[in-house]
């Protein structure tokens, strides 16, 4: 297909999207009857007309992105006159094994197709209804257009299917489980083809002894409350013990939001008398290097910048980490030496984002450092071959 090709067939099925959003919301109410409000997994099944509005306009994005495919990264002349030359080309067939995240079905797609992938689709049953419903308009995109619709595929619920997915060795040639922990962790074990882990993300904030506690206030309680179901909200917040007076303002926000948290004992003593008793608690051992996907956070008390970045090293999940402070030194260290995927300074680590960083969408936030790292748009669908073109060489 050529690249004006698949730009059109994006744009034609964001339009479509558009024109189904009733019956894209009435599949979607299905699967939400099945699942209780309380679920950290309910508002990522959710969907809404303005949700689908940004699905649609991301879809677009995607579609204005120049391709990926055939750019040169790098070419030379060698001595004996072969041409080599490095050039981008797409994976193949992609499988995606997911959970309760209908979105995700659109973000793939788009992605695949823009880099030039076909993609098979485990959808986890949660949301079973939503994602038939938005790979049955896809296809009649497809069919209209007289494309082969079998290149976005969506297996049967249930686990024979996801087995058979993990070892389709010789068909699938890359596969990105997101949901989970658990989830990440039963592919990894069990897959037989190669394997791109987008984490859980146990995402830390530390608040620095040279911290601002203006921009402190808005960027704990931003990362915390923007979207709690997500995987770059804010689990664990880390203070220097000089601050410990400022929790009180930080916390009015979080308050108002009804989050939940979990102090250690200095903070407790803080926050005592000063936060509502019902939504305060002292740590526990579940407390650290938990991914709540709620309105709960943790709070650990520090005495310096290394315990601080100890603290991290042990509880995290690689995915964003942050540090609020004025102190350019302890700035520059932290961007060096936190191991993690993506590391803010005076940022919220909500902006963890395709479209935020600019990718267009996402299909996933890779944990790792092989391949892939952070959010994982078109460059990151793609391979590389080497192009050799030669003239009767041969090597003595």
Known sequence: MSVEKINEVLNKIADAT??????????????LSRMESSDPKYDRLKLSADRLKNIANDIRNVASLPSP?????????????????????????????????????????????????????????DAAYS???????????????????????????????????????????????????????????????PVIET?????????????????????VNNAKTRRVSVCNALDCLIIHKSRLPDLI???????????????????LSVLEGKYPEHLLNPTNDKSFGT?????KMAIKTVESFDEAIEHIAKYSSRHSEAIISENQVNCDLFLKIVDAATVYVNASTAFTDGAQFGLGAEIGISTQKLHARGPMGLE???????????DGQIRP
């Open 131 to 193: 994602n038939q419903a938005i790979v049955s308009i896809i296809h009649k995109v497809l069919d209209i257009n007289k494309i082969n619709n079998n290149i976005l595929s969506l297996l049967p619920n249930g686990r024979e299917a996801t087995a058979e997915l993990l070892k389709a060795r010789g068909y699938v040639d890359l596969l990105i489980p997101r949901g989970s922990q658990g989830l990440i962790d039963y592919v990894r074990q069990h897959a037989t083809i």
């Open 18 to 31: 558009d024109k189904s959003c009733g019956f894209i919301l009435r599949e979607n109410q299905k699967d």
């Open 380 to 390: 990151e669908l793609t391979s590389y071959k080497w192009l050799v073109q030669g």
């Open 291 to 295: 991914e709540f996907l709620s309105y």
């Open 69 to 125: 495919i055939g750019r040169v990264l790098s070419e030379t002349i060698r001595p004996n006159g072969l041409k080599i030359t490095k050039v981008t080309v797409p994976f193949g067939v992609i499988g995606i094994v997911f959970e309760a995240r209908p979105n995700v079905t659109f973000d793939v797609f788009s992605l695949c197709l823009k880099a030039g992938n076909a993609c098979v689709l485990k959808g986890g049953s």
């Open 249 to 267: 303002g930080i916390a009015k926000l979080l308050k108002k939001s009804e989050v939940e948290i979990y102090a250690d004992k200095s903070s």
């Open 199 to 219: 984490g859980a993300g146990i995402c830390h904030t530390y608040f620095d002894e040279f911290g601002d506690i203006a921009k402190g206030i808005q960027i």
